[in-house]
């Protein structure tokens, strides 16, 4: 594509508008900046809201994909890409599942993360390549992050996946985008002009980030990865979050402290099957059948009746 088409492709999106309300921006002290960002950020989770009909479906899809084993990809070029990359990473620990489970691919790969490949995000070919190189399946469910939504890389990843037969997902912030018309289902929250013209870090990007958080915390409970509002799957890994166990265990049961070290310690730190046998009583062995048994549910598993 020419700099002209490129230039007047550009001026037809939503995201790389002027803001009106900005426009006087530069001439403002510190605290009259920040009120202007502000302003604008507060209209984001509104137009969050709008779309959760289409957010909705694509959970039902990747709980789908989850009971059957396969994953969530997430394919994304400069922010959107880091944004894909942060949200799988936070799952292993977050929810105790395997860390291919989740996966974010972004373009100019890993070094991208750290220092701006921008480049990188011109090659169809290379959306592509990435999802051939973890065997893309047609069990997967693949979102296509892009802002603007007509970055190469996201579209030829987005294109493969389609005739792979993976579920498809095009997460952008301009309305009947490319990967929009790609994909199965289409998340488009409205947000309007950047607070700088472009600078779609702003509220695009917060806006993927409400919606990307919605995708993997809604399905991670829809498959039983949470006990009430307790993260009760999360992996102790640290101090933090052996603590944040000890807790988890003491809130549910209303066991002591040393008591619920004693079940984590008894369980090998799996803070569900501490639970359930200090609710119990049951053997460790006998807990995780019951475990099985339910499907991985604790409030099933416990015995407990839907509300």
């Known amino acids: 594509m020419g700099e002209q088409e490129l230039m007047s492709e550009l001026e037809r999106l939503v995201s790389e508008d002027r803001n009106p309300k900005t426009m006087d921006i530069d001439l403002l002290p510190t605290i009259g900046i920040l009120r202007k960002i502000n302003d604008e950020d507060s209209g984001v989770p509104a137009a969050v809201e709008k779309v959760i009909p289409e957010i909705a479906a694509a959970v039902d899809r990747i709980v789908s994909a989850f009971q059957k084993g396969a994953r969530l990809v997430y394919i994304g070029a400069g922010t959107s890409g880091r944004l894909g990359v942060l949200d799988a990473s936070e799952c292993p620990p977050t929810f105790g599942v395997p860390e291919d489970m989740v996966l974010g691919l972004i373009a100019g790969g890993p070094k991208a993360l750290m220092r701006a490949a921008e480049g990188a995000e011109d090659d169809p070919q290379q959306g592509m ?17 892009a802002v ?17 037969g993976a579920t498809t997902v095009a997460l952008s912030c301009n309305p009947r985008s490319t990967i929009a018309g790609i994909a199965d289902i289409a998340i488009s929250p409205f947000v309007g002009p ?13 806006a993927q980030k409400l919606v990307l958080n919605m995708l993997t915390t809604a399905s991670m409970i829809r498959i039983g990865k949470s006990y ?18 000890v807790g988890i265990v003491m809130q549910t049961t209303g066991c ?6 004693q079940a984590l310690d008894q369980t090998g730190k799996d803070v569900k099957l501490a639970i359930l046998v200090t609710i119990t009583g049951m053997s460790v062995k006998e ?8 499907g991985g549910f604790l409030r099933k598993a416990i015995g407990e009746k839907p509300v």
């Open 256 to 261: 002591t402290a040393q008591q619920a070290r």
């Open 287 to 294: 807990a995780r059948q019951a475990l099985d048994n339910a």
């Open 194 to 206: 950047e607070v700088l013209a472009g600078s779609t870090r702003l509220k695009s990007g917060t």
């Open 228 to 245: 009430q509002n307790l993260m009760v799957d999360l992996n102790p890994s640290n101090k933090k979050l052996v603590a944040r166990a």
């Open 148 to 164: 603007s939504g007509r970055t190469p890389y996201v579209i030829g990843g987005l294109t493969y996946a389609k005739q792979v």
């Open 129 to 145: 390549k990435a999802l051939q190189d973890i065997k893309l399946t047609a069990d997967d469910v693949v979102v296509g992050i």
